[in-house]
């Protein structure tokens, strides 16, 4: 499954990605609150969905935007700041340079948009394969409880009726794709 869907992505045009990616900030805007708030997202690479315009639209609406960085298994998030310095991470992914902040901050936080290579409708969340993700959303308080509402990522085509679901595989309340947003029951 995340061959093929690999394969589909490599295959958008550039202006496809681009249109894509002004569509998903422009959806995006509509979750975040009206006051500054701390947001997640993912600096994405050329094949996913495109976030930074997504990143640029909350922090000109004032949002605190942290995103992450790979620390051997698991992720530290960190504060970006629009002229912030970035590096390329150990799977070449762009990473912040900075302190990170204490993951638990995360429950306080409006909207984690995070990576997914499909979702289904129940909400389960196809990632990479790595569980970095599951691993940082399993410590975050569910949205039903006053956590954040967590946010996939996906191209249009990738809310699809089932992906394959291991017992440490964390939910996700919603989808983000260039058409609108998915909400889950969950």
Known sequence: MRTRIRAARSAHSPEQRIAAAEALAAHAETLLP?????????????????????????QAAGHRVVVPRIDGKRLDWVGLRPDGSLRPGPM?????????IDPADLDTF???????????????RLGQGGGYYDRTLAHVRPHTDGGPLIVAVV???????????????CRVDAALTPSGIIRFDV
């Open 155 to 169: 191209f249009d085509g990738e809310v699809i009726d089932g992906v394959p679901v291991e017992r440490h595989d």
């Open 92 to 100: 070449g992914i762009r990473e912040p340079v900075g302190d990170a």
């Open 34 to 58: 009206h006051g500054p708030a701390g947001i997640t997202c993912y600096l994405s690479l050329s094949v996913e969905p495109g976030t930074d315009q997504l990143i640029a639209m909350a």
């Open 110 to 124: 409006a909207v984690l948009f995070v990576p997914a290579t499909a979702v289904d409708h129940h909400g389960h």
